[in-house]
């Protein structure tokens, strides 16, 4: 495996980026000489760290090398910058990149989210968006309180086809928490849990500064069943229970959720419980 490899496998690790740049400062004492790839994941090992000194550095070798020109290198020391906190820096390397690419302006746009009107800038003049891009001027919006353009971001994505990712949602539900738009943030809500996102969902139920309604847990139980998870779909009937103990829809979702997994055990207990509290079937729920 190369020198080149194995660095940007620390890197990618997210746990072991002073050892990329040890290995690099190794690679290069051994006259070995490193290339665009190297350079790139050293810069981001440093972005990682927020040690843009140690960065310049690097910077400083791509360029006598004749690399500093490449976009991958030229990315990874904007991303450095933004992470460091030197924006001015950032906006700079990005102002000389030659040919600014997807990933450029992403890494400048993410950036300049603690300058919202900049950072609309940016993204305003690029040609392509991806779901980094529009999620990060979602997020840059829903973090500065502004709900609506956060809102109309999102609906400006799924219009050009683009499929937003659990960051998006959680952005967008942020969005809408902050400034109490309950239906439309029970509409993206909903959203995420026919996308699977599951785990997200509950961990922005968790999030919320007032406790979860019946519906809300009821809508993760369906959801649960649809995808299989058993164990939120559990914790799910819980909180619904906790609330309306004699509630037989979350009883019936349950029991549903186990029958789908072969749980047969689990569906008698719960088909027993019912009888001795004397639950009848509702219609409409199966």
């Given at each position: 495996?190369?020198?080149?490899a194995?660095i940007?496998a620390y890197?990618q ?13 190794r690679?290069?004492?051994?006259q070995?000489q490193?290339n665009?790839?190297?350079?790139s994941?050293?810069?981001k090992a440093?972005?990682?760290?927020s ?5 310049e550095?690097?910077?400083?070798y791509?360029?006598k090398?004749?690399l ?19 924006m ?9 990149l030659?040919?600014?690419n ?9 950036g ?7 950072a ?24 500065h ?6 809102l ?20 967008v539900?942020s ?13 993206h ?5 026919e996308?699977g996102?599951l ?9 919320m500064?007032f406790?979860?309604?019946?519906l809300?847990?009821?809508t993760?139980?369906?959801a ?8 939120l779909?559990k ?17 019936i ?7 789908s997994?072969g749980?047969?055990?689990d569906?008698t ?10 639950l ?7």
């Open positions: 495996m190369s020198w080149t194995i940007t890197v690790s997210g746990e072991c980026d002073i050892e990329a740049i040890e290995l690099f400062c690679m290069i004492s051994g070995i490193p665009q790839f190297s350079f994941s050293v810069l440093c972005g990682n760290l040690d843009p000194y140690i960065g550095q690097v910077y400083g791509a360029v090398l004749g500093a020109s490449v976009n991958c290198v030229g990315n990874s020391l904007i991303s450095m910058y933004a992470k460091s906190g030197r001015e820096d950032a906006r700079k390397a990005f102002d000389i030659f040919e600014k997807l990933v450029s302006y992403n890494a400048i746009v993410d300049l989210c603690g300058n919202i009107e900049s609309f800038q940016v993204f305003d003049q690029m040609e392509d968006w991806n779901v980094i891009s529009w999620t990060s001027m979602i997020t840059g919006f829903a973090k309180g502004f709900a609506a353009r956060a109309e971001m999102f609906r400006k994505m799924l219009e050009t086809g683009t499929k937003p990712n659990e960051i998006t949602f959680v952005a539900l969005a809408c928490s902050h400034v109490g738009m309950i239906s439309e943030g029970r509409k809500f909903n959203s995420m849990y996308s996102l785990v997200e969902a509950m961990e922005f139920i968790n999030s500064l406790m979860a309604d019946t809300v847990w009821r993760l139980l369906g649960c069943r649809v995808h299989g998870n058993t164990e779909g914790h799910a009937a819980e909180m619904i229970l906790e609330q309306e103990p004699n509630d037989p829809a979350a009883y979702l349950l029991s549903n959720l186990h029958a997994a749980q047969w055990r569906v207990k719960i088909r027993k419980s019912m009888k001795e509290r004397n009848i079937k509702e219609a409409g729920y199966s």
